[in-house]
């Protein structure tokens, strides 16, 4: 199947400064890309749609300043958490869709990103 | 709206038992279903799927059967293993894929003891 990366795995950073995760698809074209956040022992959340060439679509509750989505290319979709907190610790997962597939149901994801903010 | 129920967990099984994890939805249309699975520190991998009603996606062992009339997607294997042990996302795709957008239930912790 395809291959969406995740990159960072794991980081660890201090109150107050930005992080950037990465998400790209290695081996298809993603005009739209997902971004999730999962607290521990619980389901995803769905943060944000990202689209290339235009604005992500946010899901109510998060906030867009926050978490800045740029989905600059078919392939990369990054988020980065400005000005994190210890509550913006979590597992962060995009995932992507191969368009390019007829009759495509399926939705290929990251490996996930653990982001502590100590 | 969309929504999708799953049993609660921890299930606990041992090994050889039988399995299955209840998933409801609640969704306008026939939306596509799934299954997916995470390990421990990882993203999320497709298990299997199903697109229409009475179709049954099956992969490494594990059925699920998507029935309209009961709005039900639950997940079996006859027989499970140690290495198993993960925890089980149901979703769904709602009509006209709703922008791709997947609902999830809360998710089934797995525990297979040997």
């Known amino acids: 199947g395809a291959v969406v990366s995740q990159h960072p795995s794991r980081v660890i950073c201090k109150s107050g400064t930005s992080v950037k995760i990465e998400c790209r698809s290695l081996?298809?074209?993603?005009?739209?890309m997902f971004w999730y956040r999962q607290f521990p022992k619980q389901s995803l959340m769905l943060m944000a749609t990202s689209n290339e060439g235009s604005k992500a679509t946010y899901e109510q509750g998060v906030e867009k300043d926050k978490f800045l989505i740029n989905h600059a290319s078919l392939t990369l979709s990054t988020l980065t958490v400005t000005s994190a907190h210890p509550e913006d610790s979590s597992f962060y997962i995009c995932?992507?869709?191969?368009?390019?597939?007829?009759?495509?149901?399926?939705?290929?994801f990251g490996q996930g990103t653990r982001l502590t903010v100590v | 709206g969309n929504s999708v129920t799953q049993m609660e967990g921890p299930v606990t099984l041992s090994e050889e038992a039988f399995l299955t994890i209840n998933c409801t939805y609640t969704a306008t249309g026939y939306p596509s279903l799934f299954w997916y699975v995470q390990y421990p520190g990882e993203g999320l991998q497709l298990l299997l799927k199903?697109?229409?009603?009475?179709d049954k996606g099956s992969n490494k062992g594990f059925e699920a059967t998507y029935r309209k009339e009961t709005t039900s997607f639950h997940l079996e294997k006859g027989s499970v293993q140690v290495s198993d042990s993960a925890v089980y996302f149901c979703?769904?795709?709602?009509?006209?894929?709703?922008?791709?957008?997947?609902?999830f239930g809360q998710g089934t912790e797995l525990s297979v003891k040997p």
């Open positions: 979703a769904l795709r709602g009509l006209y894929n709703q922008g791709g957008k997947l609902i």
């Open positions: 081996d298809f074209q993603a005009t739209t």
């Open positions: 199903a697109t229409k009603a009475d």
């Open positions: 995932s992507a869709r191969d368009e390019g597939t007829y009759m495509n149901t399926e939705a290929f």
